[in-house]
């Protein structure tokens, strides 16, 4: 499975959980606008943005790639962000938590 990360936080365990089973990951932690171009060029299975850290600019990001013909078909899950961020994001997403992310990877 092909999987971009999305984490604007300071130690990214998604990284961790995303690289396990040989899924091939791809990841963006400093910049929106180049997540969204690179989130094209590697046309990624599904796409999980750390909602934990700047949830406002893991939601813009994932609004953008939402929006774009290319890659609006594409899954995006928003991890561990706080109920009244996930309030926000369930026209471009799913909320869910570190744990059960981490499962469903693992059983891909």
Request: net charge positive; with cysteine.
């Amino acid at each position: 499975m092909k999987v971009f990360v999305i984490d604007f936080s300071k130690e990214s365990s998604l990284l961790g959980i995303c690289s396990q089973n040989g899924n091939v990951v791809e990841s963006e932690q400093m910049d929106g606008a180049l997540a969204y171009r690179k989130s094209a060029e590697f046309m990624p299975d599904i796409i999980v943005v750390n909602y934990a850290a700047k949830p406002s600019h893991g939601r813009l990001t994932a609004k953008k790639i939402k929006e774009r013909k290319r890659t609006s078909a594409i899954p995006v899950y928003f991890v561990d962000g706080d109920e009244k961020e996930k309030l926000k994001i369930t026209a471009i997403g799913k909320a869910i938590s570190s744990q059960d992310f981490s499962k469903m990877i693992t059983n891909s």
